[in-house]
């Protein structure tokens, strides 16, 4: 079986959960948070992730696959989620990269810096300054799913796992998707899959009871 370590208060995390419900995977889920230092223990950084961040993906072998795409691509390299045309794999990746370098680090970010327990004084500026990048990234989404119901090949694909969860955030990090109305229809045509699981029932069915 495979084993999942994270906190799904992270939409990184988030997306594994998400996947593994989707295709029925059995998982173990192994709950490490980054908020008590527990992605920078020194078991954690020498055995799971020497870059001190979750989610990571241990193998029935043991073997450790940090990076929330890698994860996604090893969990449904064999499921109808992962397309068996090389050029529709291809977009797929185009768009897990754009999520990491585009999508992610505004709309993630402009997250949990809205949702930080206490707020640097430089929060309002960094925020406006991810503004920009994170309307940018939407727009680009918006484009692309005004003529198409989802991002590649006409079918869910770890693409739409992997652009769901900060999308769906976007209105906490300060982002008004009533701009976005085709994103918001797929954000709805996503919550429809058969499997799915919301943000706040993956965090409830993996954060241990204090
Ligand atoms: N590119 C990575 C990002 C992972 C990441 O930034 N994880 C955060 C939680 S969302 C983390 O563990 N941060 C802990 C730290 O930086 O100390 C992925 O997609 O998995």
């Known amino acids: 079986m495979v084993r999942i370590y994270g906190d799904c208060l992270s939409g990184n995390c988030y997306k594994l959960k998400l996947v593994t419900e989707l295709l029925g995977t059995p998982h173990a889920w192994k709950f490490v948070t980054w908020t008590d230092g527990g992605t920078r223990t020194d078991d954690f950084v020498s055995r ?8 990571v993906l241990e193998t ?12 996604l691509y090893y969990l449904a390299r064999d499921s109808h989620l992962w397309p068996t045309r090389e050029s529709d794999r291809a977009q797929v990746l185009r768009w897990m990269f754009f999520e990491q370098y585009s999508h992610e680090p505004n709309l993630a970010v402009s997250h949990s810096l809205k949702t930080a327990a206490n707020p640097a004084t430089e929060t309002d500026t960094k925020l406006a300054e991810l503004k920009p990048a994170g309307e940018g990234a939407l727009q680009t989404m918006e484009q692309h799913l005004s003529t198409n119901d989802w991002f590649v090949a006409g079918a869910p694909t770890i693409a739409d796992i992997s652009l769901y969860p900060y999308t769906y955030k976007a209105p906490v990090a300060g982002f008004d998707l009533s701009d976005y109305p085709h994103v ?3 954000l709805g045509r996503v919550e429809r899959l058969l499997g799915f ?7 409830a069915q993996t954060t241990p009871a204090k």
């Open 197 to 203: 699981i919301s943000m706040e029932d993956a965090i």
């Open 48 to 55: 799971v992730n020497p870059a001190g961040k979750v989610p």
């Open 60 to 71: 029935p072998k043991g073997e450790m696959i940090p990076e929330s795409g890698a994860a």
């Open 184 to 186: 918001v229809a797929w």
